[in-house]
């Protein structure tokens, strides 16, 4: 697992853990029962405070994508395994869309006011 981040990016460098992980989740590089490594690892790796690392695995908690538990640390949740299968339709709505001309900007907005 690589996580990748931004140091001069406005957005907060948990959010940006939090992001890489989603990624590896979705390009199915990571699925239910992987471990990740634990929070001082990873914060060692990229050179930020371990709870910055620990409020990107708390986020990944609330979104149902991670699993924490004292003695086993985060597992990505099992019910992470239809985001591969979601993650394909997207592109497919994504390549859909751009051949009938609507811009991403036009998409993501469609997207947003049909979940509202």
Known sequence: MLIRIDANATRPIYDQVASSVRADIVAGRLGPGDRLPPA???ADAIEVNVHTVL???QQLRDEGLLDLRR???AVISAS???????AQDIR???ARAAALGVSPA???ALVKETTE
């Open 106 to 108: 036009a998409l993501a």
């Open 55 to 57: 409020r990107a695995y």
């Open 80 to 86: 992470v395994a239809p985001l591969a299968e979601l």
């Open 71 to 73: 003695g086993r640390g």
């Open 40 to 42: 001082r690892e990873v």
């Open 92 to 94: 497919d709505l994504v």
